[in-house]
Structures are given as structure tokens and as C-alpha cells.
């Protein structure tokens, strides 16, 4: 069962704009981690920002910000100012337990271009 | 630049053939994970190494074998290629055995089947 869904497979804005990506998990658990990695062009997966689920404060890095809402089960990618270099596929990740163990599960992700 | 280095970078082989994918993790990063990245089913988790030990496992084939040596780096191994494992292969590396602080990706290893 898919466990992290993005529902916007692509996303085009103009530069300066600001633009907001979706993504919904699935979960029983009352603590987790949550993340958004961001896959250039160069292909290269990079961590974007982190979310951990005990926090009620939205994570933010620059530009970046999230809009956590736990009840919902929504962690939401806010990009302010965009630049022509957030161009990227971006990803929302859910830290899951499965087999005693935790793995990172992926969504589908949603493809973002900023026009100039 | 992650730290983690992959190589091969591209590969191109034909089908029923084995391969063999590599993975230096960052300086003192203990966790080794891979994944496969394809265009119908997105980046999927295949299996975790930690401090040489498996420690988890993902949607990874039969056919397919991984293992993480004492000096940490770690290969995965795919044998009796079919058209459908073409793919990028990423390996990720972290300092602990739970991903719940930042992964390092390397630039992944393009496997393509024909």
C-alpha cells in the first residue's frame, strides 16, 4: 500500500513566485520523521528539510518551509522567492517502521519547474 | 558533493547478464541503503546495511544480492538481468542505523538492460 502520496506530478511557476507541493502519509505511528529531498537535474538526491512528527513547530531552512498538519496526516512543501535553481523533482519522505526496522519510503514526486 | 561515491556511473548490459553495483559510504557513516529509482515505480527502498550487518529489507528481488564489507563500502549484486531492472540505483549513507536524520546520496548508477 502506498504509503506516502504526492498528488501533483508537476508543478510550473514563474521565478520570484512563491509555490506549495503537496504530500499526504499514512500512518499509525505517534512519532516519525518526515522529509523533502530535492532531485536536480544532476540527479543527485539532496535533503531540502526535516520534520520531526513530536514537534508542532513547521521546520524551516531559508526559503523553505513546511506546513505539518498531524491530524491530517499532510506535510506540505512551501518554496517562497523561487529561484530558476528549484528546477528539481522533489520528493516528501516518510520514516516507517517495517520488520523491526526503519526505512525511508518515498513518494511518487512531483516535478517543479520555475519559468524565468 | 555527498561523500558517497557510486560507480559505475552507466552501465549498459543485456538481458540474463549479472552486474555488479558499488558504494563508498561518507567517512565514519556506518548505514549503507539502497534504492531503485525507475519511472513507473519511483524510488523504491531495497535493502539497508549497518556496520556490515543487514539490517533491513525492502522490495529487493530474489535475483538481486547485496552485502556491506568491513571497510564499509558495500555492493549490490543483479544477476539474470531482465528488460525491467533498468533503473538508477542510488546508494545513501547515514552515521546511525535509523534514517531519521539526513541521508547522503551518491549520484547513482545508471543500469541499463537490453
Known amino acids: 500500500a502506498q504509503t506516502v502520496t504526492q498528488s501533483q506530478p508537476e508543478m510550473s511557476v514563474q521565478e520570484a513566485e512563491t509555490v506549495t507541493l503537496s504530500c499526504t502519509y499514512d500512518t499509525s505511528e505517534s512519532n516519525y520523521y518526515l522529509f523533502w529531498y530535492k532531485q536536480p537535474p544532476s540527479r543527485q538526491m539532496i535533503l531540502v528539510i526535516r520534520q520531526e512528527a513530536y514537534k508542532q513547530q513547521n521546520a524551516t531552512e531559508n526559503r523553505f518551509s513546511v506546513n505539518f498538519q498531524k491530524a491530517a496526516k499532510s506535510f506540505s512543501l512551501k518554496i517562497s522567492d523561487s529561484q530558476l535553481g528549484d528546477t528539481a523533482m522533489y520528493f516528501c519522505a516518510f520514516m516507517k517502521h517495517i520488520q523491526g526496522a526503519q526505512k525511508l519510503v518515498f513518494g511518487q514526486g512531483t516535478r517543479l519547474t520555475i519559468n524565468p | 558533493d555527498s561523500g558517497v561515491t557510486q560507480t559505475p556511473k552507466h552501465l549498459i548490459t543485456a538481458t540474463g547478464q549479472r552486474v555488479t553495483l558499488r558504494c563508498s559510504p561518507r567517512s565514519g557513516d556506518l548505514s549503507v541503503y539502497w534504492y531503485q529509482q525507475s519511472l513507473d515505480q519511483g524510488l523504491q527502498f531495497l535493502i539497508q546495511?549497518?556496520?556490515?550487518?543487514?539490517?533491513a529489507k525492502g522490495n529487493i528481488l530474489e535475483r538481486f544480492s547485496a552485502q556491506q564489507f568491513p571497510d564499509l563500502h558495500s555492493e549490490l549484486n543483479l544477476s539474470s538481468l531482465e528488460l525491467g531492472d533498468s533503473a538508477l540505483y542510488f546508494c545513501?549513507?547515514?552515521?546511525?542505523?535509523?534514517?531519521?536524520?539526513?541521508?547522503?546520496f551518491g549520484e547513482g548508477s545508471r543500469l541499463t538492460v537490453l
Open positions: 545513501a549513507s547515514s552515521v546511525r542505523d535509523i534514517p531519521d536524520r539526513e541521508l547522503f
Open positions: 546495511y549497518y556496520n556490515g550487518e543487514e539490517r
